[in-house]
C-alpha cells in the first residue's frame, strides 16, 4: 500500500464490480424515489385544488410531517419501526424482495413527494385566473381546461425548482446506506474497507455522485430550454 | 402504544436530553441544539464572506469560491462527512472528537449553501445601491457593511431562516460518524429496549418535528411581515432615524 493509485481499484475486478453494482442500486433507487414522489406529488396537488374541504389541511399536514422532520429519521421509522408492525406475510415477503431498497423508495419518495407537491403548487398558482376563465369559455371543461391549458404552463413556471429537488433527491438516495441497501455510498465504504485505500476510493464516490448530478442538472437545463426557449435566453 | 411511547420518555428522558452526560460525552438532545447552533453561528458570516468573493471582480477569489459552491451542491452531504472523517484528523495529526469533525462539514457545506441566498439578496437590491454609497464617499467596505448587507439581509430573512432548519436536519447525519446527538441516543434506547422501535423513532420524529415548525413557523410570519412591510402596510420608523441593522434586530 504506497502511494496514490486508482488503478488498484478500478484495475481489480472484484471492487469494479462492486461499484458498478453501486451505481446500479442508486439509480434503480433514485428511479422508483422520483417516480412514486411525482405521482404522489400530482395526486397531492390534486386534492389541494380539488372542492373536497378537508383536501388543503390534509396536504398541508402531509407537507408539514415531510419538510420538518429529517430525511433520515423518516427512513429509520419506515425500516426500523413500521417494517416491524406489519404482518408477517408482507414482511416476510420484504425481507426476501431487498426491503432496504423497497423501504429507501418509499421514504425517500414520500418525502419528495412533499417538495414536488409545493413548487407544482407554487408554479400553478402563479397562471393567471384569466387562462382558467378564457379556457372555459372556449369550451373546455374543468378537467380539460387543466390538462391542456393550466397545467402545461403551471409545470413549466415550476421546472427551477423541480430540477434543484430532483438534484437533492439523487444525493439524498446515498442516506439508503443508513438502513443497509446496497447503493453507491454503501459501496465506497465496503471498498474502502477491504483495500484500504481510503483516498482513492472517497475521490471516485465523490467524482462519480459529481458527475451524474451535473448530468441531471444538465437535463434539466435542456428542459427548461426546450419549454421555453425566450426565457432561457434571457436568465 | 401511546402510553408505550409516555413510558419510554419516562424512562430515558435524561438520556435523550443530555446523553451520557456527566458521565460521558454530552449528548442527546443538548447536543444537537448545540451541533445546529453552532453551525448556525459559524456558517453564517462565512457564507457572508462566500458571497461577496462570489461577487467580487477579482478571480482569484471568485473562481474557488465558484468551484466550492458547484462541488458541494453536487455531492451528498454524507460523501463529505465521510471525507472529513478521514481528512481532518489527518490535516491535523491529532484525534478530532466527531462532534468536531461533524461541525467543520456542515459549516462548509451550508455556508455554500447559504452564500447563493446572501448573493442573491445582493444581486435582487441592484447596483444603484452601491453606486450611490460610493457616491457618498464610502470605500467598499463601509458600503457593504452599511447600504448592502443590512438591506439584502433583511430581505432574505425567510430564506436565511429555511436554510437554518435544513442545517438542525442535515445535524442527524452524524450519526453514521457517531455524533453523540438525539438520533444516536434515540438509536442507543431502541437498542437497549429492542421491542419497540416503531415508537422510539416515532418520539424521535416528533421532537425533530417540534424544533424544526418552530424555526419554520417564525420564518413564515417574518416573511408575510416583510411583505406587508414592502407594500409600505407597516409602520416602522424611516431610514434616517433607526439604521437598518437595528430595524433587522427589532423585526427577529
Known sequence: MSGFDLSAILGNPEYAAMLLHGIEMTFIIYAGSWLLAMTLALMLLGLRLSPFRFGDPLVAAYVSYHRNVPTLVQLMLWYFGIFTLMPSGIANWLASHNAESIFAVIGLGLCQAAYFSEDLRSGVRSVSDGQMQAARALGHGYVSAMRFVIMPQGVRNALPPLINHSVSLFKNSSLAIIIGASELTHAVKEIENLSFRTFEIYLIGTVLYLFFSLVIMSIGAYLSMRADPARSARA | ?252
Not at chain 2, 460523501?79 to 472529513?84: A, G, P, Q, R, V
Not at chain 2, 420608523?237 to 423585526?251: F, G
Request: charged share 10%; aromatic share 10%; glycine share 6%.
Open chain 2, 1 to 252: 402504544m401511546i402510553q408505550d411511547m409516555i413510558a419510554i420518555v419516562r424512562d430515558y428522558w435524561l438520556l435523550l436530553l443530555i446523553g451520557q452526560y456527566p458521565n460521558g460525552p454530552l449528548g442527546g438532545l443538548a447536543n444537537t441544539l448545540i451541533l445546529s447552533a453552532l453551525s448556525i453561528a459559524l456558517a453564517f458570516p462565512v457564507s457572508i464572506l462566500f458571497a461577496m468573493a462570489r461577487l467580487s471582480k477579482s478571480p482569484l477569489l471568485r473562481w474557488p469560491v465558484t468551484a466550492l459552491v458547484y462541488f458541494t451542491r453536487g455531492v451528498p452531504l454524507l460523501m463529505l462527512i465521510l471525507w472529513s472523517y478521514f481528512l481532518v484528523p489527518l490535516l491535523t495529526g491529532a484525534d478530532v472528537p466527531s462532534f468536531v469533525t461533524m461541525l467543520t462539514t456542515l459549516v462548509v457545506y451550508q455556508s455554500a449553501f447559504l452564500s447563493e441566498v446572501v448573493r442573491a439578496g445582493i444581486v435582487a437590491l441592484g447596483p444603484g445601491q452601491m453606486d450611490a454609497a460610493r457616491a457618498l464617499g464610502h470605500g467598499y467596505i463601509g458600503a457593504m457593511r452599511y447600504i448592502i448587507l443590512p438591506q439584502a439581509l433583511y430581505n432574505m430573512i425567510p430564506s436565511i431562516l429555511s436554510t437554518f432548519v435544513s442545517m438542525t436536519k442535515d445535524t442527524t447525519l452524524g450519526y453514521v460518524i457517531n455524533v453523540p446527538d438525539l438520533t444516536f441516543a434515540a438509536s442507543q434506547v431502541n437498542n437497549q429496549l429492542l421491542t419497540q422501535p416503531f415508537q422510539v423513532f416515532l418520539i424521535l420524529a416528533i421532537v425533530y418535528f417540534i424544533i424544526c415548525w418552530t424555526l419554520t413557523y417564525f420564518a413564515n410570519r417574518l416573511e408575510r411581515r416583510i411583505t406587508r412591510r414592502r407594500a409600505g402596510l407597516l409602520n416602522v420608523p424611516t431610514a434616517s432615524l433607526v439604521t437598518p441593522s437595528k430595524i433587522v434586530s427589532e423585526q427577529l
